[in-house]
């Protein structure tokens, strides 16, 4: 799975010159750590959507991990363990996963409504929905390889595969919602009442977005893991990430998701804050529309790999913090000058800075753009299906740029039906080459990605490509609280 991070709102237009309710509270986790506290975190850019299945965007999966679960979840060593499934069995010849659910887990509840149960017919919906051709989402591709999903009981759920496949159990950790949420039940759409007032199983509840577009989230005192810590978490947008690191440094924010490169000295500087690093599997890419029959010549698009000064770029405005990279498979604002390459061979640039929403609307909807400035962030399933698969051209689709090659579509099947472990490398290998030939995109750099947070904010644990995993285990000690 991959999500669409955002560098900056960066069309750029180009012609060759020559041519032109309360409920009862969960037990408390008995820890020892104090509940209480609020903790207010920057994000540049605020969501179109907040569901964990219309949405293709990094600022959207922060906010699923902290507001719902799934049958499954990764540790903080990365080990597969149980969520809303609290035990499961695989048959011998792995076509089979059965999963026995809680049945202590209670939905978030909608105001003047009781909370309702979560159950086996939860889980069928959730893939019918996803599945059904009227939804527009990242993840058909993804699960594609289901063949049915059956409800043996209200607490029993099980899957059968059109064929094994390799870590299929991971898979399964795919956000549950409920039957009960979305106002058309057959398929979801952006304009479902759902997607910007979803609720779910998770730590956290949305209550609201305020008039500065501020995503407010309130602690699940029902949450069937034990009440998280800290009460309240407040996703506040910027539109210039130049001022995100000055807002934490006047504590208007207690934390920024991802600190610009050319921020960390100024914050290694105060002693007030920490730095983490993960590591988010991104990459970033100029991205190129094959509707313009300029860039369908895959000569004019590698002629403007060769031309762009990728190591110079990084070093400019990310500090040299990252590594550059050549294909689709992974290992802050900022603004440039793209003449000083490009008009050495003979190319004119238009550059054009779009606000968030307007810039995904023209890339996803209108497919108004020549190239694109943007990044990925990927799981570990070194899944690029929905990228530069054919049959993933189309409206909110991530292969937004419309490339189709048959051969690169037959290695992408090819690498998902195999359970051979070498062979999968073997293929990711040749497209790897294929890609970097073809040059759907520019592939850029992979950045060493930093969180910045007040040291008030403890035991703070960061999942690689989704981070809030762990939050309800993070916590504000008492003489910190406000």
Known sequence: MNRLSRIAPLLLTLALLATVPSVSPAAPKNDGRPDGGALAYGEYGRPATLDPITSNEMISLRISELVFNGLVGIDEKQVIVPELAERWETSKDGRTYTFFLRKDVRWHPREGEAPKP?????????????????TITPLKVRYEFIDKVEKADDATVRFTLKRPILNALAKFSFKIIPA?????PQFLTREDPFVRAPIGTGPYVVKGVTGDREIVLMANEDY????????????RPFADQNIMTQAMMFNAIDMLVLVNPRDLPELQGDTRF???PYNALSYAFFGYTLRNPLLADKRVRRAFTHAVNRQEMLDSFFNGQGTIISGPFAPGSWAYNLDVHLKGIGVGVKVEFKEWQAWKEAVFVEHDFDVILASWVFDDSADISSLFHSAEIGAWKNNFGGYSNPEVDGLIVESKLTLDHEKRRTINRKLHTLLADEAPYTFLWTLTNYSGYHKKLRRVAIHPYKFFSFADEWFIPVTEQK
């Not at 009960?180 to 058309?184: D, E, K, M």
């Not at 069937?224 to 996703?235: P, Y």
């Open 274 to 276: 920490v730095l983490q």
């Open 224 to 235: 069937f893991k034990g009440r998280a810590h800290i009460n309240k978490f407040v996703s």
């Open 180 to 184: 009960h949420g979305p106002a058309n």
């Open 118 to 134: 979560f159950t086996a017919d939860d889980v069928i919906f959730t893939y019918n929905i996803m599945m059904h051709p009227k």
